[in-house]
């Protein structure tokens, strides 16, 4: 099952241009075609000296509806927005970008405004990192018994970046902020020392940013060692640059080194991140798609529910059935996590759990793999099961799907019902005078 004479139809191959990037740089002339005013050209570059900018041509000519913007979701999933940061914040940074302020007075406004949005939600630093010989094995986090997450250094950025992405910090050039390794031997090492891990999981940024020869380098050393099941990749690939995989200069390669996991015995884990349903139209992603799975890989796929972007039913049983109908397997709904512009993405837990039921009892049992909505919280993946009322008084119903205590996963508990809660931070517990993950 060799892939390299694999050609992909001749429509798809010539619509394979070079990756083409735009940055802050494109910014002011990009949102001029969105027709913004003068004034919101300057509030939007102001929002984009604190949250990273990144698009590319793909997303540019194919994805964003132009006609529509700046409503367009999809033109939302890229684009910062004047508003999405606090108005005196902006204020200010407008004020320095008109006056031409030397570049270090901007960086230092926007370095304060930057550690006000929790840059590192979930204690990500100091909970997640364990120590390993003399110290951190760094760009590593082992948070739950069973998966490792791996963030090469080499895949610390995205063909595009989202708006409402939970790893800003990563992208924003503050050294202080990042995680990052490149000793894919002491990864190996610190997998063999631990017999419960059984899935290392490549993310960043976008595992599949880099390069196949670059990739092969993390990959190649875990494929023998018998206690690993699975290799996942997160990755928006599928979603911002589907010619990753048909027509770049290294597409075929990079499918022969999934079809090696597979031979190896374990399962390549495509965890691709699907926003909208727009994102699945083009014919280009159904080639790639297509190139995927037939190397044995699985591609699941996830995406957090974003108030504008979508925050309805319709969005998400749309994607459930499209990606179902292309044969991959819906996996999580998450909860906007508490970080970056949380305040101006959120959508209250209660109102999550009434669109995740409606798209859901709308789609076969094959898309009811989904689970949802799941907040990633410091204490592991909480899912919103249910609004009801239990002895007069309205709760929310909850279960870990994951948790540092392995002990608590699946068992339900309860919160005091708060329609305006967005996260768990904001929930109460009810019949208890804690959670069971309080001490
Ligand atoms: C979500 C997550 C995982 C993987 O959890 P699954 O439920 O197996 O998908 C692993 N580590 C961390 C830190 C996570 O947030």
Known sequence: MTLVNDEAPPAVRSAGRKFRAFTVKHLDELTARAGLSPEQRLATRAVATVLPFRTNSYVVDELIDWSAAPDDPIYRLVFPQPDMLPADDVAHIVDLLRREAPRQEIDAAATKVRASLNPHPAGQLELNVPSFGDGAVPGMQ???DETVLYFPKQGQTCHAYCTYCFRWAQFVGDPDLKLAGDDAGQLRDYVLAHPEVTSVLFTGGDAMIMGESVL?????PLLALE???SIRIGTKSLAYWPQKFVTDPDADDMLRLFEQVVESGK????????THPRELEPVMV???VRRIRDTGAVIRTQAPLIRSINDDPADWESMWRTQTRMGMVPYYMFVERDTGPQDYFAVPLARAYDIFRDAYKSVSGLARTVRGPSMSATPGKVCVDGVLELGGEKVF???FIQCRDADLVGK?????????AVWLDDLKPA???RFPFEV
């Open 431 to 433: 019949f208890a005078d």
């Open 412 to 420: 339900p508990f309860f919160a005091k019902y708060d329609p305006a």
């Open 216 to 220: 092969r380098r993390y990959v190649e």
């Open 227 to 229: 206690q690993l099941e």
């Open 286 to 288: 159904r080639e790639a």
């Open 142 to 144: 082992h948070k739950y």
């Open 397 to 399: 119903a909850l279960h």
């Open 267 to 274: 399962n390549l884990a495509f965890m691709a991140h699907f």
